[in-house]
């Protein structure tokens, strides 16, 4: 795993928005379409939260793909 202070070697994609804006609708758009165009599977996409709730909602809205809870220093 690379550390954080790394350059990345793919793209980073960070979409932010109020309630019902299309966030999940969004996500599960660009993970299907790059599993499509480009051949990523599940294990190849990586998604980050930076609360709890928001890591549960992305795990429910996004199944089978990985993510965490981004914790950050304070």
Request: proline letters at 5%.
């Amino acid at each position: 795993m690379k550390q954080l202070n790394e350059k990345p070697a793919k793209r980073v994609i960070a979409l932010t928005g109020g309630i019902g804006t299309g966030k999940s609708f969004v996500t599960n758009a660009v993970i299907k379409a790059n599993k499509a165009y480009h051949g990523y599977r599940d294990s190849d996409i990586i998604l980050l939260a930076p609360t709890g709730k928001a890591a549960n909602r992305l795990s429910e809205a996004t199944n089978p793909v990985s993510y965490t809870h981004l914790t950050l220093p304070t």
